[in-house]
């Protein structure tokens, strides 16, 4: 198409290679706009999606589409636990908020106990996202507001103990407690979250005193350890002096009942013996005599008895028979 303004010509037709350019532009459009829409849930996640802003539904893991510039999806891991570090860090984290900056650490750390003592605190604590709606839209930054939480908590029951059961023996009891108040104000925030556990990992005094607490702690060990010694020592002596005295009064009953049974013995012979001697008191001793002898004969050895009434000056003994003519 052709038109004559004046004595020029001017061609309104456009050239070819803007037709292809213009093609090229469209179908470039076209791909970034699917690009952009075109989103993967993980399987340990899920997605909310928001449309200008409000939420329109929340999605499950897989191969997903969202109208670009209009619709948004925020895409959070809600089948993994997760944890927050206080007074330490581990890096390489992807979770941003999983730990803070040095200087924040070693505010978190410091603490006061109830008896006006200072302790260096570390801890951490593991949740979970159970609910992505009230997580995304409930509060406007849900896990600094975890974070802030937790540390009140922590800083509240601290503050409730002497520093020795912080550092020592009350370290369960700050777990439990400071997870049960944490779970009530998660829900009080509504924050979407669920605490899993609150664990504490190195409690230790200031550094100005820590030489002097390890000289402590180490004192308090050798002195459990001399008495665990003593009670081994005890466990071991005492059970065999007891066996030992058990064995002896045995033995002692045993021999008791032993004489007793044997002293009845021979009461119950001799009452015997002494009611048949009454029946015929010869023949009794008579019995009694020849018993006796022939228990005693055998051990006298060999022996010579001459009859008293012998007539003989001398009598003639047959001394090489009887074996003693040597």
Not at 137 to 150: G, I, K, W, Y
Not at 181 to 206: A, F
Not at 305 to 325: R, V
Request: glycine share 6%; proline share 5%.
């Amino acid at each position: 198409m052709r038109l004559q303004v004046g004595n020029q010509v001017i061609d309104v037709n456009p050239p070819g290679n803007f037709k292809v350019l213009f093609l090229f532009a469209l179908i470039a459009l076209i791909g970034y706009t699917v690009y952009k829409g075109i989103y993967v849930v993980q399987q340990e996640e899920e997605a909310v999606i928001t449309r200008f802003g409000k939420y329109k539904n929340t999605v499950q893991p897989g191969l997903h589409f969202k109208i670009p510039y209009v619709e948004e999806a925020k895409i959070h891991p809600v089948r993994r636990q997760q944890k927050l570090e206080f007074g330490f860090g581990t890096r390489d984290s992807t979770n941003e908020y999983q730990y803070s900056d040095p200087k924040e650490m070693a505010h978190e750390r410091s603490m006061v106990t109830g008896d006006l003592n200072a302790a260096l605190v570390e801890w951490v604590i593991q949740y979970r996202i159970t609910d992505l709606q009230a997580f995304e839209f409930n509060v406007e930054d849900p896990l600094p507001t975890l974070r802030n939480a937790t540390e009140s908590v922590m800083r509240e029951v601290v503050g409730d103990r002497t520093v020795d059961e912080v550092i020592t023996v009350g370290r369960q009891g700050i777990e439990s407690e400071c997870q049960e108040k944490l779970s009530q104000l998660v829900n009080l925030y509504e924050l979407g979250i669920t605490i899993d556990q609150v664990q504490l990992k190195d409690v230790d005094p200031p550094e100005e005193v820590q030489a002097s607490f390890n000289e402590v702690n180490q004192a308090q060990q050798e002195k459990e350890k001399s008495i665990n010694v003593a009670n081994g020592q005890y466990n071991r002596e005492v059970p065999k002096a007891r066996g030992d005295a058990d064995k002896m009064i045995s033995e002692a009953e045993g021999y008791a009942t032993k004489r007793v049974n044997e002293a009845e013995g021979d009461v119950a012979k001799f009452v015997a013996l002494y009611g048949e001697y009454q029946k015929s008191p010869e023949v009794t001793r008579r019995r009694i005599y020849l018993e006796t002898m022939e228990q005693v004969m055998p051990n006298i050895g060999k022996k010579v008895i001459l009859d008293q009434n012998g007539s003989q000056a001398i009598p003639l003994l047959p001394l090489n028979s009887l074996g003693l003519g040597k």
